[in-house]
């Protein structure tokens, strides 16, 4: 009886804690990606090229206290620490970019020189520039590239207009791409149907939440 | 002979339900880490599959948190232009505030956990959930408003500011843990001394009726005037446990003080200096830690020239974090009392492991405290990437 009581009151006090913490932090910064896979001339995928805008309110909050010439405005030269510190701390996050050649893993090396973080005072957004080439080159007849942040933390998405280039690739190579689905009002229906802790394996919603691309070589 | 070994036989098994239980609740707040730190940006193991955000009702709130902050920024230039804006503004903060709390950080684990360990009172519950809410959103204008709008430092220099604020609070975090573990645990063997001395076993574990909670009080109150203040409540609870537990002169006296504790604080107690004086470690613990939302919203607003709409903005999204964090404090304390309820049914034994639960809650605390000052799990990650 008093082990029962025990189990009782351990686990309703582990449920509670459970059910008030078990929630996750929403995006706060969103990213609007656009992205070029490069390829050599032998055929082989070298690197990927990324333009991540970042949306208005990150970019004022990034561009903060930043000095520059014309008030509102800021030059490459002006952004260059914080594009560096951007570009370190992603390595954190291993770029967020994770790719597969053929169903395998491929690694990327960090960004050369060369990156920037360009300011557009119109919209007050901050766009990146930045290149991760492949650790080793591969050809690959089946490449997939994927954007996202696991913890969803920064919400990536496709641009609406050209989200992504092929440069140099072989002629015959297709590309496809899949967006991360808007949560529709029948998707969210679905969830709620699940309790807390149920993932039905069905319902992929972190791979709908991926930004995909595929490239097939065949 | 035989009798001491029966009794330390169950001494020995009393003890491995508390680690038992101690245990369990550790593995509770690993699962919960894992829900919602994915193993963490800081040299964690990741796992490859990303993570889908939570479905059901924490999908729900999840989706329309986004939903909302994505509205602040056009709000606010909205705002700039015609005022009667900022009525939406402040109306958008505060069901952000109210979903967003729903969220890691913001205490809520903390606090409920705290409430357990403490048995604290609705009243106090909900006290606690407002201020530390409120001193969250004082928190992040103190910082924006010195850092951003008066020295005009950099998003770098704000999040390394929120770091060292960070450890402030997690560290304060342990040390409130550790404190309540020291109390908690005291108590917890204290009682199971009394429970298996043999006159003591008479008395405590033998049902009685409940008029006996009335002398209890009296008794007990009683005594705390007596006692000083300045040594804590749960001091003097303790002190006064252990008194009778090694005198025991009287088989009632006994029992009296075993409920005594066991039930809500007295009225004299909460408004005692002491009382407050404890919960106000907690409420700076917890609301310590601005939230990177308001941060954001306060910093945008500078810059649109309309910093009073952030400050207003931030203010009205701690009073909505602060209901459903007062609404969670609440389900604390009635599951508190539940277990109490069940606990006063079994007697003697009852109090023990009530004393077990709150050793468990110290110990959750701990833990908390001490997985986000390793970073090892993220309560909320500061924006910088």
């Known amino acids: 009886m008093i082990h029962r009581f025990f189990f009782c009151a351990a686990a309703a006090f582990a449920g509670l804690v459970i059910a008030t913490a078990a929630a996750q932090a929403h995006p706060h910064i969103w990213v609007t990606v656009k992205s070029e896979l490069v390829y050599a001339p032998d055929g082989t995928v070298t690197g990927v090229r990324h333009a991540w805008t970042f949306d208005d309110m990150f970019s004022v909050f990034a561009t903060q206290g930043i000095e520059s010439k014309k008030k509102g405005e800021f030059t490459r030269e002006e952004l260059a620490p914080l594009a560096e510190v951007n570009v370190t701390s992603l390595k954190e996050y291993d770029f967020f970019t994770y790719a597969k050649a053929n169903g395998k893993k491929i690694e990327f090396d960090e960004p050369p020189a060369g990156y920037y973080l360009d300011f557009n005072p119109k919209d007050t957004v901050l766009t990146l520039y930045f290149t991760l080439p492949l650790k080793t080159p591969v050809k690959a007849k089946d490449l997939t590239l994927e954007v996202y942040d696991r913890e969803f933390f920064v919400d990536f998405s496709f641009a609406e207009k050209d989200p992504v280039k092929l440069v140099g690739a072989p002629a015959h190579c297709k590309l496809s791409i899949g967006r991360p689905q808007e949560m529709s009002a029948a998707l969210t229906q679905q969830l709620s149907q699940l309790a807390a802790d149920q993932r039905d394996p069905s319902l992929t919603i972190g791979a709908e939440y991926a930004n995909k691309i595929a490239v097939k070589c065949p | ?385």
């Open chain 2, 1 to 385: 002979m035989s009798v001491n070994i029966a009794v330390e036989r169950r001494r020995v098994v009393h003890i491995a339900l508390l680690v038992a239980v101690i245990a369990g609740l550790l593995f509770a707040t690993g699962l919960l880490d894992g829900a919602f730190a994915q193993g963490g940006p800081f040299g964690a193991p990741r796992t490859q599959a990303p993570a889908p955000p939570v479905g059901g009702v924490l999908g729900w709130i999840f989706t329309k948190q986004a939903e909302f902050y994505r509205q602040f920024s056009s709000l606010l230039r909205a705002a700039k232009a015609d005022g009667s804006a900022a009525w939406s503004l402040l109306g958008l903060s505060f069901l952000y505030g109210i979903f967003h709390a729903a969220g890691p950080g913001h205490g809520k684990a903390v606090i409920s956990s705290y409430i357990i360990a403490n048995n604290e009172t609705w009243t106090r519950g909900v006290v606690l959930s407002f201020a530390s809410a409120l001193l969250q959103a004082l928190v992040a204008v103190a910082v924006v408003g010195l850092a951003a709008a008066l020295l005009n430092a950099t998003a770098a220099t704000m999040g390394r500011a929120v770091n060292v604020i960070e450890i402030v609070s997690y560290s304060l975090i342990i040390v409130i843990g550790v404190r309540l573990l020291w109390v908690k645990g005291r108590a917890f063997l204290a009682l199971l001394h009394t429970l298996h001395r043999p006159a003591a076993v008479g008395a405590a574990v033998t049902p009685r009726p409940h008029d006996h909670a009335h002398h209890g009080h009296a008794h007990h109150s009683h005594a705390h005037n007596g006692h000083d203040h300045s040594h804590g409540h749960d001091y003097g609870h303790h002190h006064h446990g252990e008194g009778h537990a090694h005198h025991h002169h009287h088989a009632d006296d006994e029992d009296a003080s075993a409920w005594g504790h066991a039930h809500a604080p007295e009225p004299e107690e909460l408004a005692g200096p002491g009382g407050w004086k404890r919960g106000l470690s907690a409420i700076v613990a917890v609301g310590l830690r601005p939230c990177s939302g308001a941060i954001l919203v306060l910093v945008f607003a500078l810059a649109q020239g309309l910093f009073w709409a952030g400050v207003a903005s931030t203010f009205v999204m701690g009073i909505g974090t602060a209901i459903t964090v007062a609404v969670i404090a609440s389900i604390a304390v009635g599951a508190r009392a539940w277990a109490q309820h069940l606990a006063d049914a079994r007697s003697g034994y009852g109090m023990l492991a009530m004393r077990g639960v709150e050793v468990g809650a110290a110990v959750v605390i701990i833990a908390f405290g001490a997985l986000l000052l390793t970073g090892y799990m993220v309560s909320e990650r500061m924006v910088g990437i």
